[in-house]
């Protein structure tokens, strides 16, 4: 679900600790942004994290 288009970037898990040092399950989501791309020659809505749109991986549909 909540995985770049272009790169795959996906959920990552880990551990959560407390102050004293209590371990329970976490996950860092990637910063996806909803935005029209051109694919194949035609503009289509894909979720694409920053860095990609930030590094110009895809081209924006304007």
């Known amino acids: 679900m909540a995985k770049c288009a272009v790169c795959g970037k996906g959920i990552?898990?880990?551990k959560?600790?407390?102050h004293s040092h209590r371990?329970?399950?976490r996950a860092w989501?990637?910063?996806l942004q909803r935005v029209r791309v051109i694919l194949d020659?035609?503009?289509r809505?894909?979720?694409v994290c920053t860095r990609c749109l930030r590094?110009?991986?895809v081209q924006r549909y304007v």
């Open 12 to 14: 990552v898990s880990g």
């Open 41 to 43: 020659g035609k503009p």
């Open 55 to 57: 590094s110009n991986k």
């Open 16 to 18: 959560q600790y407390s």
């Open 45 to 47: 809505k894909v979720d």
């Open 23 to 25: 371990k329970s399950n």
């Open 29 to 31: 989501k990637p910063n």
